[in-house]
């Protein structure tokens, strides 16, 4: 089944403690990128990555650090979290360059730092 | 200005009714134009797909532009419990460009 997989879905973490969300999917799409989804502010890209070794900054990517060493594997990592970053964050892959027609969704992570 | 406006909600019709759901925007540049569809806890899925101005059509859904008044339009016909659902807007320069998304709107259809 063609999918994006996200773990952990629900991680309680308190602030300082480097963590990593990871990313991945069985599409060979090139394209994946990073969102976190808050209450009033909707979906706001964080990181982006166009190809293996290539990512790029999103709209919020401050604290947020990400790696793509293989296509398949996108992770997102916060080195030293902070309360603001208690989020519901999504992975998203597309086919094609850039941002093709069609992004999936990963299931989502709620990240709650204390 | 935000660039893409969207009313929250939540909008709650009965089932069967007509649903209509909107977006302004203010960039006129905006060439590409989708809605999504996330249920609670999922991700958001891509539902309709439109280039440039104009309709499209799938099923009991119907995506409408109009870039001359920088609006887009979704349109549920007969509609059903299972569409009750957070709709974002979205919508791109180009191709190969970001995707800027509205906040959403959560709609509840009821039985």
């Known amino acids: 089944e063609a999918q994006v997989t996200q773990n952990p879905r629900y991680l309680i973490t308190v602030t300082g403690k480097k963590l990593t969300v990871t990313c991945s999917q069985n599409?060979?799409?090139?394209?994946m990128s990073w969102y976190r989804q808050d209450p009033g502010l909707g979906l706001r890209q964080i990181y982006y990555s166009m190809n293996v070794e290539v990512t790029d900054k999103g709209d919020v990517p401050e604290g947020y650090k990400v790696s793509r060493k293989e296509k398949r594997n996108f992770p997102l990592i916060l080195e030293s979290p902070s309360p603001n970053q208690t989020s519901l964050y999504f992975c998203a892959s597309s086919p094609g360059g850039g941002n093709a027609d069609t992004q999936y969704f990963g299931p989502g992570t709620r990240l709650t730092v204390l | 200005q935000k660039e893409v406006e969207q009313d929250p909600g939540p909008l709650s019709v009965p089932e069967g009714a007509i649903v209509s759901l909107n977006c302004t925007y203010s960039n006129s540049a905006f060439q590409y134009f989708m809605w999504y569809r996330q249920y609670s806890r999922k991700g958001p899925e891509l539902l309709m797909y439109?280039?440039?101005?104009g309709n499209k059509e799938d099923g009991r859904f119907t995506a409408q532009v109009d870039k001359s008044s920088k609006y887009i339009s979704l349109f549920i016909r007969d509609s059903q419990p299972s569409d009750s659902a957070t709709y974002l807007c979205?919508?791109?320069?180009?191709?190969?460009?970001?995707?800027?998304f509205g906040k959403g709107t959560r709609l509840h259809i009821l039985p």
């Open positions: 439109t280039y440039s101005s």
């Open positions: 599409m060979n799409h090139e394209y």
């Open positions: 979205a919508m791109k320069l180009s191709r190969d460009d970001k995707i800027i």
